[in-house]
């Protein structure tokens, strides 16, 4: 009789067993089961965590994924989570500003917030009325926009007609000859032009030097049509009436004080200045105006 050993041999003939079949990538597995939770206190909505699959670092499109300490994703979407809540991480693209609202602006102690322009542009025959009629309104419009078309040809031809707004210089060019007339009145026309342009410099550096933060070119350009403009009606009288005319001197003063309320309109428009400060830095302005041009007439 044979006899049967009882152990814990390896059977040769049974058939190996297969591997584990892994899961296909993306497919999810069921949930364990979950004690119930106790009902959140009143006045809190309770958390509803969702089953998110994990995917490749790379996120299928060289990015990695970020994913919230509940399990759900940052960024769009159904149950996602803002990027920029505490305890969360947002991702940005090389060259993103993380702070929109910063725009690269530094915060100076003291110093007025610029006003932007309320407006286009000007055309050259609104720029001269609006001087007249709303200056305010004109200067804050056109402070970043240079005018120099309009300043050199307004000022050049003031240039040309103030020789004949003086008694003296009106007798020597009405008898010289042509020849010798044109060159005297055409170096007027260049000289007033330089004359402006030193000023309106000097007006620019001394709002600078109070604390304006407006550009030069708008600033340089506006003075020259200021202080022409102011003293065109003057003019006019005075080629006519002559320099001694009472009349004409009375004129003179009452536009010389008009250009100084529209030089402390235009610096402080163009500079973000109080008054004080914009006739400070017109008032060399002003008294070369009174001295070159109206002051041998007055």
Not at 10 to 22: E, H, K, S
Not at 114 to 127: D, H, I, V
Not at 215 to 220: G, K, R
Not at 221 to 249: H, I, K, W, Y
Request: hydrophobic share 40%; with cysteine.
């Amino acid at each position: 009789m044979a006899g049967f050993r009882i152990g814990r041999g390896r059977d040769n003939n049974r058939t190996p067993q297969q591997p584990p079949r892994q899961q296909p990538y993306g497919s999810q597995q069921a949930a364990p089961h979950q004690a119930p939770q106790a009902p959140a206190p009143y006045g809190q909505q309770p958390y509803a965590p969702q089953q998110w699959p994990q995917q490749a670092a790379a996120g299928g499109h060289g990015e990695p994924e970020y994913y919230d300490p509940h399990g759900g994703p940052v960024g769009q979407g159904p149950g996602a989570y803002p990027g920029d809540a505490p305890g969360y991480t947002q991702a940005f693209a090389i060259g993103e500003d993380p702070y929109p609202y910063n725009q690269g602006a530094t915060y100076q102690a003291g110093a007025a917030q610029a006003a932007a322009p309320t407006g286009p542009r000007l055309p050259w025959k609104e720029l001269l009325r609006g001087i007249v009629t709303r200056p305010g309104a004109t200067f804050l419009q056109m402070r970043d926009y240079p005018v120099w078309g309009p300043a050199l040809t307004v000022t050049f031809l003031y240039g040309l007609l103030a020789v004949f707004g003086l008694d003296e210089a009106r007798k020597d060019v009405i008898n010289a000859t042509l020849s010798k007339a044109i060159p005297i009145v055409l170096s007027a026309g260049v000289a007033f032009v330089i004359c402006g342009l030193i000023l309106g410099a000097v007006t620019h550096t001394l709002a600078r030097q109070l604390g304006g933060d407006g550009a030069w070119q708008p600033t340089v350009g506006l003075s020259m049509l200021v202080m022409t403009l102011t003293d065109a009606p003057r003019l006019l009288f005075a080629m006519f009436l002559g320099g001694d005319n009472m009349f004409v001197q009375v004129l003179g003063w009452a536009t010389w004080v008009a250009a100084g309320v529209l030089f402390t309109a235009l610096v402080g428009k163009s500079h973000d200045l109080p008054w004080p400060k914009a006739l400070g830095a017109s008032a060399i302005q002003l008294i070369a105006l009174l001295s070159i041009i109206k002051l041998g007439t007055l």
